[in-house]
C-alpha cells in the first residue's frame, strides 16, 4: 500500500499562486502515472491533471489548461501541481493519486491510492 500526503494548500487571493506537493512512499513510485483531482462543496470529485510514470506527458482538465502545470521528481518521490492566476472557481480540497499502472489516465476509477486532500481557498 502506498501512502499519498498532500501539503501546500491555503489561503490564497484570485489571481495569486500555490504550489502543491506529494509526498510519496514506497519503492516502485516511478512505474506509475500520478494525478491530481479535486472537490469543492457540493460537487463531485473532478480531475484535474496526471502525469505519466516518465513525466514526458501531461494531461490538464480545460479549465486549469495554462494556468496550472504537474510535474514529478521520481528521485524523491515527490509529484507538484503548480497553481497560477488562481480563480475563485479553483476554490476545493485538492488530492494526489496514483494510477493503477504506468499510463496516464483522466479516470478516478483507474486511480487505486488517495492521499487526504489539502484545502485550496482561493478569494475574490
Known amino acids: 500500500q502506498v501512502q499519498l500526503v498532500e501539503s501546500g494548500g491555503g489561503l490564497v487571493q484570485g489571481g495569486g499562486s500555490l504550489r502543491l506537493s506529494c509526498a510519496a512512499s514506497?519503492?516502485?513510485?516511478?512505474?506509475?502515472?500520478m494525478g491530481w483531482f479535486r472537490q469543492a462543496p457540493g460537487k463531485e470529485r473532478e480531475f484535474v491533471a496526471a502525469i505519466d510514470w516518465s513525466a514526458s506527458i501531461t494531461s490538464y482538465a480545460d479549465s486549469v489548461k495554462g494556468r496550472f502545470t504537474i510535474s514529478r521528481d521520481n528521485a524523491k518521490n515527490m509529484v507538484y501541481l503548480q497553481m497560477n492566476s488562481l480563480k475563485p472557481e479553483d476554490t476545493a480540497l485538492y488530492y494526489c493519486?496514483?494510477?493503477?499502472?504506468?499510463?496516464?489516465?483522466?479516470?478516478?476509477?483507474?486511480?487505486?491510492?488517495w492521499g487526504q486532500g489539502t484545502q485550496v481557498t482561493v478569494s475574490s
Open positions: 493519486a496514483r494510477a493503477s499502472g504506468i499510463y496516464i489516465t483522466r479516470r478516478a476509477d483507474q486511480y487505486d491510492n
Open positions: 514506497g519503492r516502485t513510485f516511478s512505474s506509475y502515472s
